[in-house]
T-cell receptor, first 112, second 114 residues
Framework: GESVGLHLPTLSVQEGDNSIINCAYS??????FIWYKQESGKGPQFIID?????DKRQGQRVTVLLNKTVKHLSLQIAATQPGDSAVYFC???????????FGSGTRLLVRP | EPEVTQTPSHQVTQMGQEVILRCVPI?????FYWYRQILGQKVEFLVS????????KSEIFDDQFSVERPDGSNFTLKIRSTKLEDSAMYFC????????????FGQGTRLTVV
């Protein structure tokens, strides 16, 4: 599942540092958000989700922050590891819809 | 761990030919989806399917596309007359609840139209 593109924004971090990946979503009516990770040759893999009645949710080494005022979503990865290297997509959903609307993705590179 | 499986992993077809992409969703899931990703671009929604009918489709999903659940396990996407611009990675996904929960994605089928 290549999400490689010449124009993907790239975040390069040192192994062990924290990473912050940002996403601006498009629809103010969206009320459910997911972060997906896509490694080369694979499909999108669920990381964490958040509903609009929350502004923060934590998982294992990951935290998602939601700012509905500015339609902004971020994914924080603590103690980034080489295995975190991938393309990360945010996706949004509205209550009236079945579809996920994906953002354009950010490539995360972890330097050893 | 249950997973969505897709076949084939790579399909090369001539322009104008019909192709069928196959998917086996997670067995207890009820909602099925097709998405595509043109190289270097976003993942785009094509269609959702529930209770043996299309529940939602995008403007990409025109008359050249169709979906079917021919038996209790398979979910297929058919493109009747492929065009060069149909070249993309096609992902099948499934979920237990429609749209409001984690959708599990397959590995994708790379379709190349020549």
């Amino acid at each position: 599942g290549e999400s490689v593109g010449l124009h993907l924004p790239t975040l390069s971090v040192q192994e062990g540092d924290n990473s912050i990946i940002n996403c601006a979503y498009s629809n103010s009516a969206s009320d459910y958000f997911i972060w997906y990770k896509q490694e080369s040759g694979k499909g999108p893999q669920f990381i964490i989700d958040i509903r609009s009645n929350m502004d923060k949710r934590q998982g294992q080494r990951v935290t998602v922050l939601l700012n509905k005022t500015v339609k902004h979503l971020s994914l924080q990865i603590a103690a980034t590891q080489p295995g975190d290297s991938a393309v990360y997509f945010c996706a949004e959903n509205m209550d009236s819809s079945y579809k996920l609307i994906f953002g354009s993705g950010t490539r995360l590179l972890v330097r050893p | 761990e249950p997973e969505v499986t897709q076949t084939p992993s790579h399909q090369v077809t001539q322009m104008g030919q019909e192709v069928i992409l196959r998917c086996v969703p997670i067995s207890n899931h009820l909602y099925f989806y097709w998405y595509r990703q043109i190289l270097g671009q976003k993942v785009e929604f094509l269609v959702s399917f529930y209770n043996n009918e299309i529940s939602e489709k995008s403007e990409i999903f025109d008359d050249q596309f169709s979906v079917e659940r021919p038996d209790g396990s398979n979910f297929t996407l058919k493109i009747r007359s492929t065009k060069l611009e149909d070249s993309a990675m096609y992902f099948c996904a499934s979920s237990s609840v429609g749209g409001r929960t984690e959708a599990f994605f397959g590995q994708g089928t790379r379709l190349t139209v020549v």
